[in-house]
């Protein structure tokens, strides 16, 4: 079947600081990937994707590549602003269905 | 881009009352949307497929007596939670599929939520 695996947070960072959040997965054909951010209070919005192998996403200052032969599709951004506080998840997809297969999110806290 | 809404976006209700959530798509038709739930500081939990005209689809270890799902028309789904009960609290969030302008690749539309409180 398919899942999702995100690294363990919470993550704390100063302002300004490079973000890494890491994210794998396993899944039958070719999915596409996904990041999600929720905000405090909020619903999810997708904030980039990838809908085959090399494909980078970017949002925001985020970017996050498809990397087929690592089954990753790590999150980065170089400078973390205090807005940027949320809850992120990965996500994949595939088939038809539209049936979105998430990982249990991360909590990122960027402090001034 | 594609809208989804829900209503309402807080409940409180008393522990035995049943309580209806609506998800509707403003802008596109949807012959599919999906429910979940969300746990704090937790991630989603796919409930169940609402599928338009017909049964909706639960997970495993849903209830769906518990969980009333009617896909009424092409832009609108409601889940009813009934006979709420205080474990039954929870952040409930709605999605529907669509294809943006352009695009080959469904995507996901997320509503903003339902925060359900029972006493």
């Known amino acids: 079947g398919n899942s999702v695996t995100q690294m363990e947070g919470p993550v704390t960072l100063s302002e300004e600081a490079f973000l890494t959040i890491n994210c794998t997965y396993t899944?039958?054909?070719?999915?596409?990937l996904f990041w999600y951010v929720q905000y405090p209070g909020e619903g999810l919005q997708l904030l980039l994707k990838?809908?085959?192998?090399?494909d980078k996403g970017s949002n925001k200052g985020f970017e996050a590549t498809y990397r087929k032969e690592t089954t990753s599709f790590h999150l980065e951004k170089g400078s973390v602003q205090v807005s940027d506080s949320a809850v992120y998840f990965c996500?994949?997809?595939?088939?038809?269905?539209?049936?979105?297969?998430f990982g249990k999110g991360i909590t990122l806290s960027v402090r001034p | 881009g594609a809208v989804v809404s829900q209503h309402p976006s807080r409940v409180i209700c008393k522990s035995g009352t049943s309580v209806k959530i609506e998800c509707r798509s403003l802008?596109?038709?949807?012959?599919?949307m999906f429910w979940y739930r969300q746990f704090p500081k937790q991630s989603l939990m796919l409930m169940a497929t609402?599928?338009?005209?017909?049964?909706?689809?639960?997970e495993q270890g849903v209830e769906k007596d518990k969980f009333l799902i009617n896909h009424a028309s092409l832009t609108l789904s409601t889940l009813t939670v009934t006979s709420a009960h205080p474990e039954d609290s929870s952040f409930y969030i709605c999605?529907?599929?669509?294809?943006?302008?352009?695009?080959?690749?469904?995507?996901?539309?997320f509503g903003p939520g339902t925060r359900l409180t029972v006493l």
């Open positions: 802008d596109f038709q949807a012959t599919t």
């Open positions: 996500a994949l997809l595939t088939g038809a269905n539209s049936k979105l297969t």
């Open positions: 999605s529907a599929p669509a294809r943006p302008l352009g695009s080959s690749y469904n995507e996901q539309f």
């Open positions: 609402s599928n338009e005209g017909s049964k909706a689809t639960y």
């Open positions: 899944a039958t054909g070719y999915p596409s």
């Open positions: 990838a809908t085959k192998a090399d």
